[in-house]
């Protein structure tokens, strides 16, 4: 089960971090996070306002362009690559692929000089 965070900040819900974007959970974890978002007074609301969403099919079975939209809101390697092993669609495959490498390429502002420079004062 997909639990979305749609929000800026983790949320602890059922003792388990829900970071920003797409987590993967597995029963019986996933249902005690979607029992308290249905539940919980204050929890409800997220739901309500869209901070956070509960997908319960499978990912295998999404459609290519529902899978991809998934793909591109997760930032764990971890469900990455749990996806890649759930779907079979060539399209998504791309996908997980380019977004792993999004992921873990640094940008052309941490691979240029500019940025990393730190001003510690004289050093004797």
């Known amino acids: 089960m997909f639990i979305k965070n749609n929000g800026d900040f983790v949320r ?8 920003p974007g797409t987590n993967n959970f597995e029963d019986p974890l996933a249902s005690q996070i979607a029992k308290e978002l249905k539940t919980n007074v204050v929890l409800k609301t997220l739901l309500k306002t869209g901070e956070m969403e509960i997908e319960e099919a499978e990912f295998g079975t999404l459609k290519s ?3 991809i939209k998934l793909v591109n809101e997760t930032i764990s390697l ?17 996908a997980i692929k380019d977004r792993i490498a999004e ?3 640094p940008s052309d ?3 240029s000089d500019e940025g990393n420079n730190v001003d510690v ?3 004797e």
């Open 12 to 19: 602890v819900i059922a003792g388990t971090n829900v970071v």
């Open 65 to 67: 362009a529902d899978a």
């Open 78 to 94: 971890d469900t990455l690559q749990e996806m890649a092993d759930a779907h079979d669609g060539k399209t998504v495959q791309k």
């Open 103 to 105: 992921l873990t390429t």
């Open 109 to 111: 502002q941490e691979n």
């Open 121 to 123: 004062g004289d050093v």
